[in-house]
């Protein structure tokens, strides 16, 4: 089976813009994951998609909102970037249970 | 809430030293996984622990599951420069997988 996808893979804004980040799962996953990484932080959790539905949503403001289509494809929005915003937003899709698989991720960088 | 702590944040060592990173949760686990993530790349799934007490081996890569199911730790033997990268856990949370920060490994041959 092909890969978790994202696209695209690297991005560079300036604050005050919006980005949207998408993301493909491999097939068969219904469940869609974003994180964001950065090097103090680590990896948080942005919010899990279910068959359409947010499932479940990490401590990130409101600028950060994602979606997901009837074909499991999701999508991620930041709204009025900040610097503090330039990171690795990492997607993952999984099957069942937790265990997660991540796609390459979109290099984000906010000027 | 439930918060997954590992140690150390770095180690260097030489290539065939041996490397041992540490993972506690601050509640018992249902599970415990772990991933890889090489310089530049993305977090791969290595492995996951469910029993307590369980051990796990993938070659050199040797994995524990405390009795307790609050900590577990990943032991790499005789290192090698294949090995270099971030070793993360994880463990199931109210509503998401909770990752430690990580432990990063930098092998010098």
């Known amino acids: 089976k092909a890969g978790v996808t994202q696209t695209p893979r690297y991005l560079i804004k300036t604050r005050g813009q919006q980005v949207t980040l998408s993301c493909s799962p491999i097939?068969?996953?219904?469940?869609v994951s974003w994180y964001q990484q950065t090097p103090g932080q680590g990896l948080q959790f942005l919010f899990e998609?279910?068959?359409?539905?947010?499932?479940n949503k990490g401590n990130f403001p409101g600028r950060f909102s994602g979606r997901q289509f009837s074909n499991s494809r999701s999508e991620m929005n930041v709204s009025t970037l900040e610097l503090g915003d330039s990171a690795l937003y990492l997607c993952?899709?999984?099957?069942?249970?937790?265990?997660?698989?991540f796609g390459p991720g979109t290099r984000l960088t906010v000027l | 809430g439930q918060q997954v702590m590992q140690i150390p944040q770095y180690q260097h060592v030489q290539e065939g030293e041996d490397f041992t990173t540490y993972c506690n949760s601050s509640?018992?686990?249902?599970?415990i996984q772990w991933y890889k993530q090489r310089p530049g790349g993305h977090p791969v799934f290595l492995i996951q622990?469910?029993?307590?007490?369980e051990v796990k081996k993938q070659k050199r890569l040797t994995f524990q599951f405390g009795e307790a199911k609050k900590n577990s730790s990943l032991h790499i033997t005789a290192t090698q420069t294949t090995d270099v990268g971030t070793y993360f856990c994880?463990?199931?949370?109210?509503?998401?997988?909770?990752f430690g920060k990580g432990t990063s490994l930098l092998v010098t041959p």
């Open positions: 622990l469910v029993k307590s007490g």
């Open positions: 509640t018992t686990l249902s599970n």
């Open positions: 097939s068969g996953h219904r469940s």
């Open positions: 994880a463990g199931p949370g109210p509503y998401a997988l909770n």
């Open positions: 993952a899709s999984s099957s069942e249970g937790y265990t997660q698989y």
């Open positions: 998609y279910f068959s359409e539905t947010q499932r």
